[in-house]
């Protein structure tokens, strides 16, 4: 089985043989594998806009 990286609590989710679905043992997260992706390069845009701010805050 394929892992996955949970965007809920970023423990270890589980891809399903036929990359179909991923469901996450840790906090119950379960969504298709197409709206995963779509969450995760959300969750990933997020962090980098996080990153963006922190380097503004510190000054340089
Ligand atoms: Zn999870």
Do not use: I, W
């Not at 965007?7 to 679905?21: G, H, I, L, S």
């Not at 379960?30 to 503004?56: C, H, P, R």
Request: net charge negative; aromatic share 8%; proline share 2%.
């Amino acid at each position: 089985m394929l892992k996955a990286k949970c965007p809920k609590c970023r423990n270890e989710a589980v891809v399903d043989e036929d990359m179909t679905k991923v469901d996450c043992s840790h906090c119950g997260f379960s969504s298709s594998y197409d709206s995963y992706l779509e969450t995760m390069k959300g969750v990933a845009q997020n962090m980098s806009d996080d990153y963006q701010a922190n380097l503004n805050k510190s000054g340089f």
